[in-house]
């Protein structure tokens, strides 16, 4: 999975998520090591914790988390807290 199937898999299991996914290390390495790191704005995430809103992407992404990807770094936003 690269990072457009990611976000793919993000704004598809969350409904009206917005993602933005990238590669932070180095991309030459991201098939035998692949990292990314997301920023995902969802209303959907109103009223939950952090952790929770979390577990929401990993719920998106699926076995994906354990099969394709190594790890995510997450930051998690409502509309709301994405516009302050």
Request: glycine content about 6%.
């Amino acid at each position: 999975m690269d990072a457009a199937g990611v976000k793919e898999a993000i704004e598809a299991g969350i409904p009206g998520a917005t993602a933005e996914v990238s590669t932070p290390r180095n991309p030459d390495h991201a098939a035998e090591d692949p990292h990314y790191a997301a920023v995902v704005v969802a209303e959907a995430f109103e009223g939950h914790t952090l952790v929770d809103q979390h577990r929401m992407v990993y719920d998106a992404l699926g076995e994906a988390m354990t099969r394709e990807i190594h790890a995510i770094e997450l930051k998690t936003y409502t509309p709301d807290e994405q516009r302050s």
